[in-house]
């Protein structure tokens, strides 16, 4: 998703309440400048490409700049493939809303000959960390298709226009050529969101280590299709871990709220290590820089309370909000809670990891730190 983005007194009014006014007894700010800032709210949306939903944005670096050299995909041979790889919607078996045989170039969900709407989801697209390179192919950018477990969706894309989102983008600034930091999907990105860095976890188990071939890709299955056209790749273990020991694709928190219970009779807070939750990470955060430097933050998560006492309920127990339910918190999108500094019980941790409601209740109260974190859902009080 693009980023918006526009200097103001707040940086951006999250809720209906609006922009309170500095409380009495404040220091005067340079009124010009960098001054007018009092607040800045980082917003991180993801899981769409630029042209997906603002490929049609008047003026912008979208649909209209492709042409057949940049959009035309090939095989995983090379060759340039004469249609479009069905969309799969599992295994390799074609999802019927998209007809066969489409031609090798973008092309309208939204619009016949497949003209399924916004409202309607689709299947996900594939994110992991050795599967992007391959895809981006050193630059050529031609395998999307090929790589992908969702076959010729990749290719897809909406008319935007009728989007909440789309309005707001008319009246900030739309990062066209904005780039994610990492390859692969929200896990590795959120690190690099807070740290610019890639989590360590020394002397992982094999079974989550990715198996690569003697080029560095991950290493085929002797199953695997040769073609893109007969179905999705299959890989040997396309692992969460690196073989020199980073984790590079999604794995849990040490700390709950996690995807890894607790160990039973153990500490509810804490992650089983046996299955293989990461490492408590030591690396330096933007939130230590932040602190170092005497300023307010904090990150916010919708469901962060509700996730909390999840996932301290005992093993065995069905969770209803981590992964599931209406909430279906994502303990991989928090990045602090893989840090030892906010650990369970430590200062840092209730001081800077906070619940939505908090950010509403501080942003009422005009009492917001001055640098403000937030993934998910902020977007829909938007709208």
């Given at each position: 998703?693009?980023?918006?983005?526009?200097?103001?007194?707040?940086?951006?009014?999250l809720v209906l309440a609006?922009?309170?006014?500095?409380?009495?007894?404040?220091?005067?700010?340079?009124?010009?400048?960098?001054?007018?800032?009092?607040?800045?709210?980082v917003i991180y949306a993801e899981n769409r490409s630029f042209d997906n939903l603002y490929g049609l944005f008047p003026g912008a670096n979208g649909v209209a700049s492709a042409t057949p050299t940049t959009w035309t995909q090939s095989d995983r041979n090379g060759s340039p493939l004469q249609t479009l790889p069905p969309v799969w919607k599992s295994g390799a078996t074609p999802d019927g809303a998209y007809p066969p045989n489409m031609p090798n170039r973008p092309f309208r969900i939204d619009a016949p000959p497949v003209s399924q709407p916004l409202t309607v989801a689709t299947r996900d697209l594939i994110h992991r960390f050795y599967t992007n390179q391959e895809q981006i192919n050193g630059g050529k950018l031609d395998r999307y298709a090929?790589?992908?477990?969702?076959?010729?969706?990749?290719?897809?894309?909406?008319?935007?226009?009728?989007l909440p989102m789309w309005k707001l983008a008319q009246q900030f600034a739309l990062a066209d050529n904005f780039f994610m930091g990492a390859f692969g999907g929200s896990f590795l990105n959120h690190f690099w969101l807070i740290?610019?860095?890639?989590?360590?976890?020394?002397?992982?188990p094999t079974s989550i280590v990715a198996a690569l071939d003697p080029n560095g890709k991950l290493a085929l299955k002797p199953t695997s299709s040769a073609s893109a056209l007969a179905g999705p790749p299959q890989y040997v273990n396309d692992g969460a871990v690196t073989p020199d020991g980073f984790g590079v694709n999604?794995?849990?928190?040490?700390?709950?709220?996690?995807?890894?219970?607790?160990?039973?009779?153990?500490?509810?807070?804490?992650?089983?290590?046996?299955?293989?939750?990461?490492?408590?990470?030591?690396?330096?955060?933007?939130?230590?820089?932040?602190?170092?430097r005497g300023?307010?933050?904090?990150?916010?998560?919708?469901?962060?309370?509700?996730?909390?006492?999840?996932?301290?309920?005992?093993?065995?127990t069905a969770r209803k909000v981590i992964y599931v339910g209406a909430q279906n918190f994502q303990p991989h999108h928090q990045p602090f809670n893989y840090?030892?500094?906010?650990?369970?019980?430590?200062?840092?941790?209730?001081?800077?990891?906070?619940?939505?409601?908090?950010?509403?209740?501080?942003?009422?109260?005009?009492?917001?730190?001055?640098?403000?974190?937030?993934?998910?859902?902020?977007?829909?009080?938007?709208?």
């Open positions: 998703m693009p980023m918006l983005f526009k200097p103001t007194s707040i940086g951006l009014c609006g922009c309170a006014m500095p409380p009495a007894g404040t220091p005067a700010r340079d009124a010009r400048g960098l001054g007018r800032i009092e607040h800045i709210v090929a790589m992908s477990d969702a076959g010729g969706l990749v290719m897809g894309y909406y008319d935007g226009s009728s740290c610019a860095c890639t989590p360590v976890f020394p002397n992982a999604t794995l849990q928190p040490p700390y709950q709220p996690s995807g890894v219970p607790p160990v039973a009779g153990g500490d509810a807070r804490f992650a089983d290590v046996s299955k293989n939750p990461l490492p408590p990470q030591t690396l330096k955060t933007i939130g230590d820089t932040l602190s170092d300023i307010e933050w904090a990150w916010y998560a919708e469901a962060w309370n509700l996730a909390l006492a999840d996932g301290e309920q005992p093993p065995g840090f030892a500094k906010y650990a369970p019980g430590s200062a840092e941790r209730g001081r800077h990891l906070k619940d939505y409601d908090d950010l509403l209740a501080e942003t009422r109260s005009n009492t917001l730190p001055a640098v403000v974190f937030y993934t998910t859902s902020i977007l829909v009080t938007l709208t």
